[in-house]
């Protein structure tokens, strides 16, 4: 996807939340498709904060991110990542998809 498209605080928006957070559409890099992204935050309870899940940079706890959302100490819930897909939007922006059709 386009990195310039990429707002840095919109995860943390989704973090806080603690749902679900999708985007788009937006042009794919080198293509003429558009697509729409959805990422899902995952947190892991009764967690220490300086916990590395073994990598040695500890890239789970952004510096740009203390604390809340990132980790709550009343909880000892800790961020760990996004789980994300991307999303043909060309079917759905058409509207003529089966597969939706069906849910109408």
């Not at 959302?69 to 058409?94: M, Q, S």
């Amino acid at each position: 996807f386009s990195p310039g498209l990429v707002d840095e605080y919109v995860p943390y928006k989704s973090m806080e939340q603690d749902g679900l957070l999708i985007k788009g559409p937006f042009p794919l890099t080198n293509s003429e498709a558009h697509a729409f992204s959805a990422g899902y935050p995952i947190f892991f309870n009764d967690t220490d904060e300086d916990e590395s899940w073994g990598h040695p940079d500890n890239i789970t706890h952004p510096t740009s991110c203390p604390g809340p959302p990132c980790y709550n100490p009343k909880t000892r819930e800790k961020f760990w990542g996004f789980a994300g897909v991307l999303i043909n939007a060309g079917p759905i922006l058409a509207g003529n998809n089966v597969h939706l059709d069906r849910l109408l």
